[in-house]
C-alpha cells in the first residue's frame, strides 16, 4: 500500500512516461487505495498537475466518480476499457500499415511502441529534449532488434526523403484536432512537403468531451529548462494540430 502512495505522489509531476502508462499506473493503485481517505486529494493532485494529457483526465474522473458513488468496479471496468480502446487503435494501424519498410515517429508513445515491435520497420526519431523520451523509447527499440536511427529534434529534414511515413501518437484528441509534443506542426508540415503520409495513434479514452475538456490546458513548463537569460522564455511541451492536416487518426 505505501508502494501506491509514493506512485501517485510521483505521477503528479511524471513528464516522462506516456499518458497512458500514467493512467493505468493511477488506476492501478487508486483501485487499491480505494477506501483510504487520502485517496481523492492524491488524484485531485495529478489532475491538476497532469491536465494536458487526457487519459490521464479520464482517468482521474472516472476514480473521482467511483469514489463518490462507492463503487469500486468502476475502476477495473475502465482500465478494462482503456486496454481495449488502446489495442483496437493500434490493431487497425498494424492492419493498414504493414507494408511499410520504415517510419518516422517523435517522443515517447506506448501505442507506437506497439504498432513498431508488432511491424519491425526501420525506424528514425528523435532524442525530444527536454525529457529524452526519444532515447528512452529508442532504447526499449533496440532492445526488440528493431533498427533505429536516433538525432536531434529539429534534424527531421535530413532523414525525411528515407522514410514512408510519420507516424506518432497523441495526448489528447478532440472533435477537430489533437494534441502531442510541440514540434509535432512542424514534422507535420515537413512531411507534407515531402508528400509523406503522416498518421496519429490514438484511442477513445484520449477523448475529451465538454465536460473534461474543460478541465485541460497546455501549461507554461519551468523556463530553467530552456535558459537562464533574462529574456522571456516559452516552454511548452504540447501543441494543438488539425486534424485536417493529417493522413488518418487511427482511434481504435
Known sequence: MSECYRTLEELAFDNVS??????????????????????????????????????VINACLVVLKAR??????????????????????????????????????????????????KLKPRVYLSVAHPAREGERLAEQLLSNDIEVLLFEDCAYSLIMREVDAVVVGADAIFNDSFVNKTGT???????????????????????????????????????EEISTLGCRVVNRYFERVDLALITKLFKG
Do not use: W
Not at 488506476?27 to 485517496?39: G, H, M, T
Open 18 to 55: 506516456s499518458s497512458m502508462q500514467i493512467a493505468f499506473r493511477l488506476l492501478d493503485c487508486a483501485y487499491e487505495l480505494f477506501d483510504q481517505p487520502d485517496l481523492v486529494t492524491l488524484i485531485e493532485r495529478i489532475l491538476h498537475n497532469q491536465n494536458s494529457m487526457a487519459a
Open 68 to 117: 463518490k458513488n462507492g463503487e469500486r468496479r468502476l475502476i477495473a471496468e475502465a482500465k478494462e476499457s482503456f486496454i481495449l480502446s488502446s489495442y483496437r487503435a493500434v490493431e487497425q494501424a498494424t492492419r493498414e500499415l504493414g507494408s511499410l519498410g520504415s517510419l518516422a515517429t517523435y517522443s515517447y508513445s506506448s501505442a507506437v511502441k506497439d504498432l513498431i515491435v
Open 185 to 223: 506542426l512542424s514534422l507535420v508540415m515537413l512531411a507534407k512537403k515531402y508528400s509523406k503520409p503522416f498518421y496519429v495513434i490514438g484511442c477513445r479514452c484520449k477523448y475529451l468531451n465538454e465536460t473534461s475538456a474543460k478541465l485541460y490546458s497546455i501549461k507554461e513548463m519551468p523556463q
